[in-house]
């Protein structure tokens, strides 16, 4: 076979064949504890999805997932290259169709997550027009088994007034307006707010002087719940993250965590509250980019 005959890569539209051998190629990545074949199934069927394979010489070598959160704001994730394939920019191909296909499809603003470690990702981000948005750390506090009252839900009718009170809570300044939707983050809008109210892990707090959501997560067997936006007046945020740690607890859970960014000040009121660093979990770069034209 001459050079001229050697395969090429080609991204297309993933297939649901492509299953055997992205999961064959995903067990050798993060030392085996990767995500991709628990959400396989679930990903695929997802309307609000696009996903494209790379294929090389007959194979799946490469996956990437496009997702609309909402109309105005989209999350790409999942970027996968088997690791025998590293040689061929796989991922800066796949990288590229992805960021494309939002182009002619979507609008408002691309977002993805990754390591600090993970520099390659950065440049092909950089390459692409994305800016950092966000530096995230994980934190992590015990449960309080102790009860508290400062809790209740917010009712369906209660959204307007729940979506005009996080807008204007200074404590969501110092996560950059960004709330967690369960690794992937969105600005505040009504529909992000309704999806947090859907899971029914929408509270108000203190006779509403702060708003509390939370999600469930697993990490190597063990489940915990996770702040996805609390916001309050910033003198207000020790007490609220301490009453987080004791709804943890009455929700089930031995721990409590915030996938926070690094501002100092948040940081600072996260120690205050028993929520430190956790050494496992990587510094994360938040990097997004605005549509240019809708």
């Keep these: ?58 194979h799946a070598v490469g996956l990437g997932r496009l997702t609309c959160l909402t109309p105005s704001q989209w999350w790409l994730e999942g970027l996968r290259v088997d690791p025998q394939h590293q040689d061929k920019k796989i991922g800066s191909a796949l990288h590229a169709c992805l960021v494309a296909d939002w182009l002619e499809h979507g609008a408002g603003f691309l ?37 508290t009252s400062a809790l209740t839900l917010v009712l369906p009718a209660e959204l307007p007034a729940a979506l005009s009170f996080l807008a204007a809570a200074p404590s969501l300044a110092w996560m950059n307006g960004l709330l967690d939707l369960g690794w992937c983050y969105a600005t505040l809008e009504p529909a992000t707010l309704e999806f947090l109210l859907a899971r029914g892990h929408l509270y108000w707090w203190g006779d509403r002087r702060g708003l509390l959501a939370v999600w469930d997560d697993e990490e190597d067997g063990e489940t915990f719940t996770m702040v996805s936006a609390a916001g309050c007046a910033t003198g207000d945020l020790p007490a609220l993250l301490l009453d987080f740690r004791r709804l943890s607890a009455a929700l089930g859970f031995r721990k409590a965590g915030f996938y926070a960014t690094t501002h100092p000040g948040l940081g600072a009121v996260l120690e205050s509250a028993g929520f430190l660093v956790e050494e496992n979990f990587d510094i994360m770069v938040l990097f997004e980019k605005r549509h240019p034209s809708r």
């Design 111 to 147: 977002r993805l997550m990754t390591s600090s470690d993970r520099v390659k990702v950065h440049h092909l981000c950089e390459r692409d027009g994305f800016v950092r948005a966000a530096e995230l750390v994980c934190r992590f506090a015990p449960s309080l088994d102790e009860p």
């Design 1 to 58: 076979m001459t050079a001229s005959d050697s395969p090429v890569v080609t991204i297309r539209p993933t297939l649901p064949s492509d299953k055997e051998d992205v999961l064959s190629f995903c067990r050798f990545i993060w030392g085996g504890g990767d995500y991709i074949a628990y959400v396989w199934d679930e990903w695929l069927a997802d309307p609000r999805g696009r996903m494209f394979t790379a294929e090389y010489a007959g």
